[in-house]
C-alpha cells in the first residue's frame, strides 16, 4: 500500500510539472485571447457529485454452484468527491474548439443503501475518467463574458478496488472471511455548459457544469474462513453532475 501511494504521489507531481512547463512556456507567447489558432489550458477545483442508486444486490455463486438470489431491499450508491481538475483546448475556429478534460483520479466510495444502510462506506476504488468534447463558444474572441455548450465521449475505468468495511465483511462472509471488488469500465455521452470571463488577454476565469449519465457492474467476490466463495453482483448508476471552476491562460 505504501508503494501504490508513492507511485500516486509520483505521478501526481509528473502531471502538475508538465502543466506548470505548458504554463512558463505560454507566458512567452503573443497569441491572442480564445481565437483561431489559440490553446488554452486551465486548472480549477472540480466536484463530482453522483446522482447514484443501484439494482438490487445479487448472489450469483455460492461455492460455484451458480445462483440468482437477490438480496430484497439492498441497494449502494457513490458519494459525492472533490479533486483537482485540468483541461486543455484547441480553439479551430473563433468559436470551435476541442477540449480534453480530466483531474487528479479520487476514489469513489461506495456506500450501502437500503437494508445496507446500516453499513456505511463499504469499499472505494480509484476513479479515472477524461472527456473528450467538441465545445462551441458564443461571442467574439475579444468578448468579455464567453459561454459555451460542447458535447463529447467519456471513458470511465476503476483500478484498486477494494472492500473496506470489515463489519460487513464478517456479518456476510463470517468471521476470518475475506472479500474483494471489482468495477467494470464503461463508455458515455458527455454534455456541459459554461461561461468564460476574460480578464486581460491571456487570464481568463470560468465555470461549468457537466452530465455524464455513466453505470458501471460491481463484483463482490467474498470467501469464508472455511475457503468458500460466494459472488455477488449490482449495475451501479453513477451519472454525475460535474461542477469545475477554474482559472485558464490563452496562448
Same mark, same amino acid.
Given at each position: 500500500?505504501?508503494?501504490?501511494?508513492?507511485?500516486?504521489?509520483?505521478?501526481?507531481?509528473?502531471?502538475?510539472?508538465?502543466?506548470?512547463?505548458?504554463?512558463?512556456?505560454?507566458?512567452?507567447?503573443?497569441?491572442?485571447?480564445?481565437?483561431?489558432?489559440?490553446?488554452?489550458?486551465?486548472?480549477?477545483?472540480?466536484?463530482?457529485?453522483?446522482?447514484?442508486?443501484?439494482?438490487?444486490?445479487?448472489?450469483?455463486?455460492?461455492?460455484?454452484?451458480?445462483?440468482?438470489?437477490?438480496?430484497?431491499?439492498?441497494?449502494?450508491?457513490?458519494?459525492?468527491?472533490?479533486?483537482?481538475?485540468?483541461?486543455?483546448?484547441?480553439?479551430?475556429?473563433?468559436?470551435?474548439?476541442?477540449?480534453?478534460?480530466?483531474?487528479?483520479?479520487?476514489?469513489?466510495?461506495?456506500?450501502?443503501?437500503?437494508?445496507?444502510? *446500516?453499513?456505511? %462506506?463499504?469499499?472505494?476504488?480509484?476513479?479515472? /475518467?477524461?472527456? =473528450?468534447?467538441? #465545445?462551441?463558444?458564443? @461571442?467574439?474572441?475579444?468578448?468579455?463574458?464567453?459561454?459555451?455548450?460542447?458535447?463529447?465521449?467519456?471513458?470511465?475505468?476503476?483500478?484498486?478496488?477494494?472492500?473496506?468495511?470489515?463489519?460487513?465483511?464478517?456479518?456476510?462472509?463470517?468471521?476470518?472471511?475475506?472479500?474483494?471488488?471489482?468495477?467494470?469500465?464503461?463508455?458515455?455521452?458527455?454534455?456541459?455548459?459554461?461561461?468564460?470571463?476574460?480578464?486581460?488577454?491571456?487570464?481568463?476565469? *470560468?465555470?461549468? %457544469?457537466?452530465?455524464?449519465?455513466?453505470?458501471? /457492474?460491481?463484483? =463482490?467476490?467474498? #470467501?469464508?474462513?472455511? @475457503?468458500?466463495?460466494?459472488?455477488?453482483?449490482?449495475?451501479?448508476?453513477?451519472?454525475?453532475?460535474?461542477?469545475?471552476?477554474?482559472?485558464?491562460?490563452?496562448?
Amino acid at each position: 500500500m505504501e508503494t501504490e501511494t508513492t507511485m500516486e504521489r509520483w505521478r501526481y507531481a509528473g502531471t502538475m510539472s508538465l502543466v506548470s512547463a505548458v504554463l512558463i512556456a505560454a507566458m512567452g507567447s503573443s497569441a491572442h485571447a480564445q481565437s483561431a489558432g489559440d490553446n488554452v489550458v486551465s486548472v480549477g477545483w472540480a466536484h463530482i457529485a453522483p446522482q447514484t442508486g443501484s439494482d438490487p444486490v445479487k448472489v450469483t455463486s455460492i461455492g460455484g454452484v451458480p445462483m440468482n438470489s437477490e438480496v430484497p431491499g439492498s441497494s449502494v450508491g457513490a458519494r459525492s468527491l472533490e479533486t483537482v481538475g485540468i483541461l486543455a483546448e484547441h480553439y479551430f475556429t473563433d468559436h470551435i474548439g476541442v477540449a480534453l478534460l480530466g483531474g487528479f483520479p479520487m476514489r469513489t466510495q461506495l456506500e450501502g443503501r437500503g437494508t445496507f444502510g *446500516g453499513y456505511g %462506506v463499504l469499499g472505494d476504488a480509484r476513479t479515472w /475518467s477524461p472527456e =473528450l468534447l467538441l #465545445r462551441y463558444h458564443f @461571442g467574439q474572441p475579444e468578448s468579455r463574458f464567453r459561454p459555451f455548450a460542447g458535447v463529447g465521449v467519456s471513458y470511465t475505468w476503476f483500478t484498486n478496488a477494494r472492500v473496506t468495511n470489515d463489519a460487513f465483511i464478517t456479518q456476510k462472509f463470517g468471521p476470518g472471511g475475506s472479500a474483494t471488488a471489482e468495477a467494470s469500465s464503461s463508455w458515455s455521452p458527455v454534455v456541459q455548459v459554461g461561461l468564460d470571463y476574460r480578464i486581460s488577454k491571456h487570464w481568463s476565469v *470560468g465555470a461549468l %457544469v457537466g452530465y455524464m449519465p455513466s453505470d458501471t /457492474s460491481v463484483t =463482490l467476490k467474498g #470467501r469464508t474462513a472455511q @475457503g468458500v466463495e460466494v459472488v455477488s453482483q449490482t449495475k451501479v448508476r453513477l451519472r454525475p453532475i460535474i461542477t469545475f471552476l477554474s482559472v485558464s491562460y490563452t496562448f
